[in-house]
């Protein structure tokens, strides 16, 4: 798979991990909130994305107390070696971005932990969000790939962990 990626996008991407993973969750859901009715799951490109995969994942998570559910998707950002961050790191990467879409989405019907109503968003994701609000549809789109591809954990790039059998 390739995709044209700008320095820009790149430099974004590189920000975006240089926040604190709770500081990542809350800004990629603000950038949910902005981007509203603007992605459907038929948005065009939809046919690389395998929605009962991503649904699976998903379902995965929602099955989870609240606190699980939010500490899986920390693990996914840290790149914690789990049994869901390498189901998430095998799945092709528009699946990726439908399984954070359906997340966000779960968050909004009350089947997935929700952001605490007071949360602020520190000022310097603020400033990212504000980069990612200036950005084309298809730019944005292109962004959230690259920014959701390297989470979790490529099982095929990894050793096998005798500790955990995985
Ligand atoms: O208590 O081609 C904090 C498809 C604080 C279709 C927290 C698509 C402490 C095919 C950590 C903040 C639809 C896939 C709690 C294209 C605390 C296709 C919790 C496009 C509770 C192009 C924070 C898809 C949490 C797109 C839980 C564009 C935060 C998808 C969670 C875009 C944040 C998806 C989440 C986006 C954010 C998803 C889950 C932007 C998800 C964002």
């Known amino acids: 798979m390739s995709y044209v990626t700008s320095n820009t996008?790149?430099?974004l991407v590189e920000a975006f991990q240089g926040l604190d993973a709770d500081t990542q969750l809350a800004l990629?859901?603000?950038i949910y909130k902005e981007m509203g009715g603007?992605?459907?799951p038929a948005a065009p490109g939809a046919s690389t994305v395998s929605p009962a995969i991503a649904e699976g994942l998903f379902n995965q998570v929602k099955d989870l107390p609240r606190e699980e559910q939010l500490n899986v998707q920390r693990d996914l950002i840290a790149r914690r070696n789990t049994q869901l961050?390498?189901?998430y790191g095998a799945v092709g990467d528009t699946t990726k971005l439908l399984f954070?879409?359906?997340l966000s989405q779960g968050m909004d019907?009350?089947?997935i932990i929700p952001m605490p109503?007071?949360?602020q968003l520190p000022q310097e994701a603020q400033q990212l969000l504000d980069r990612v609000k200036a950005m084309e549809f298809e730019q944005q789109i292109t962004f959230f790939r690259?920014?959701?591809a390297p989470m979790g954990v490529d099982p095929n790039a990894v050793e096998h962990d005798s500790e955990t059998g995985l």
């Open 38 to 40: 603007a992605v459907t």
């Open 109 to 111: 019907n009350g089947t």
């Open 28 to 30: 990629f859901y603000f």
């Open 9 to 11: 996008a790149s430099d």
């Open 117 to 119: 109503a007071d949360y």
């Open 146 to 148: 690259n920014y959701v």
């Open 100 to 102: 954070w879409y359906l």
């Open 85 to 87: 961050t390498r189901e």
